[in-house]
């Protein structure tokens, strides 16, 4: 069952660029304009001006937390609307920015038609899905023909040697940052369990594909964070 993000929705955003040194905005950043690609081609194509660099494309960003998913892809120009089921974080991303539509709503029971959008994306939050394999289906299911899904999730590392430092950040030191800073241990120790627990590599890009989606995964820093890209047949 998923932690009660409300809980800590005050120093969410505080504590995510602390664990990550701030390369969380930059994977963001990355993963808004991998989702853009298609749509961007689209737009090219149909006004014949290949240096186009902006898109009115409908996005929809799952699980969207306090907004900078959100925020990431307003930026490079597209409709974004956010939904999660966290009222806390909803009303910290509506006072970060007026550039999204943030809602209430269920990953695993979306409150849109079929092919709505043009692009799909989630940083960080599917891991905390109780149903994993439905939400997928639900992104995909308003995923239109030739649109893109992008999700952005914290993983383990590959690398043996790399893998005994990652045990001791994340058992040891993001627990004791939860409590110093959050004044909640048990939401950060959730944090690395949770990420233990969740599929990651060819076991994700399985699960990708087994909702329509042709994918592949990019890592970032030693495999810590991974970006699953995905496209839907046209």
């Not at 959100?70 to 597209?78: E, H, N, W, Y």
């Not at 009222?87 to 038609?113: C, H, S, V, W």
């Not at 308003?142 to 005994?164: F, N, Y």
């Not at 627990?175 to 076991?203: C, D, H, M, V």
Request: hydrophobic share 40%; aromatic share 8%.
């Amino acid at each position: 069952m998923a932690y009660d993000f409300d809980k800590i929705a005050t120093n969410y955003d505080r504590l995510n660029h602390i664990m990550t040194a701030g390369m969380d905005r930059l994977w963001r950043r990355r993963a808004a304009k991998e989702a853009l690609k298609t749509a961007r081609r689209k737009t090219a194509s149909a006004t014949n001006a290949l240096t186009h660099s902006r898109t009115n494309a409908l996005t929809l960003d799952v699980a969207c937390g306090t907004g900078d998913m959100a925020i990431s892809l307003a930026k490079q120009g597209c409709s974004v609307t956010g939904i999660d089921l966290s009222e806390e974080m909803l009303a910290i991303a509506r006072r970060k920015t007026a550039e999204a539509n943030f809602q209430l709503a269920n990953a695993e029971a979306l409150p849109f038609d079929d092919a709505t959008f043009d692009a799909v994306t989630s940083a960080f939050g599917i891991r905390n899905f109780v149903h994993l394999d439905k939400g997928l289906a639900e992104m995909a299911r308003v995923l239109k023909s030739g649109g893109r899904m992008v999700i952005l999730e914290m993983s383990t590392p590959d690398s043996a040697l790399v893998r005994p430092f990652y045990n001791l950040y994340t058992r040891r030191i993001i627990p004791w940052l939860g409590s110093r800073i959050a004044g909640n241990r048990e939401a950060y120790t959730y944090l690395p369990n949770s990420i233990e627990r969740f599929p990651k590599g060819e076991a994700m890009l399985q699960k990708l594909e087994a909702v329509g989606l042709r994918a592949e995964q990019r890592k970032f820093f030693f495999g810590v964070c991974r970006m699953y890209c995905g496209r839907k047949a046209d």
